[in-house]
Nanobody
Framework: QVQLVESGGGLVQPGGSLRLSCSASGFTFSITAMSWYRQVPGKERELVAFISRSGGTRNYADAVKGRFTISRDNIKETVYLQMNSLKPDDTAVYYC?????????WGQGTQVTVSS
């Protein structure tokens, strides 16, 4: 069964950094694209970053370009989101996501709070 488990969230001051991790299991990770989304209360979940199965293609939301980096380790079956120069507007629950055939799978989410 597909499982995605996020970790690494927390409270950080503006300008600080965090690295989120998403550990995957139950599917062939190395041939599956992965994404990070985020959501704040009252708003729709939004795509933050995407990485192709090989890591050769990476796409970012305009709001995070130049500050966030998505990466993956196909041996460890883990996808990462390095977040630098964090802003209060980055405060959200961050979710790991993948699509297998026509089904979307999500992790439980990890809270990121950027505040002084």
């Amino acid at each position: 069964q597909v499982q995605l488990v996020e970790s690494g969230g927390g409270l950080v001051q503006p300008g600080g950094s965090l690295r989120l991790s998403c550990s995957a299991s139950g599917f062939t990770f190395s041939i599956t694209a992965m994404s990070w989304y985020r959501q704040v209360p009252g708003k729709e979940r939004e795509l933050v970053a995407f990485i192709s199965r090989s890591g050769g293609t990476r796409n970012y939301a305009d709001a995070v370009k130049g500050r966030f980096t998505i990466s993956r380790d196909n041996i460890k079956e883990t996808v990462y989101l390095q977040m630098n120069s964090l802003k209060p507007d980055d405060t959200a629950v961050y979710y790991c996501q993948t699509r297998i055939w026509t089904s979307d799978y999500w992790g439980q989410g990890t809270q990121v709070t950027v505040s002084s």
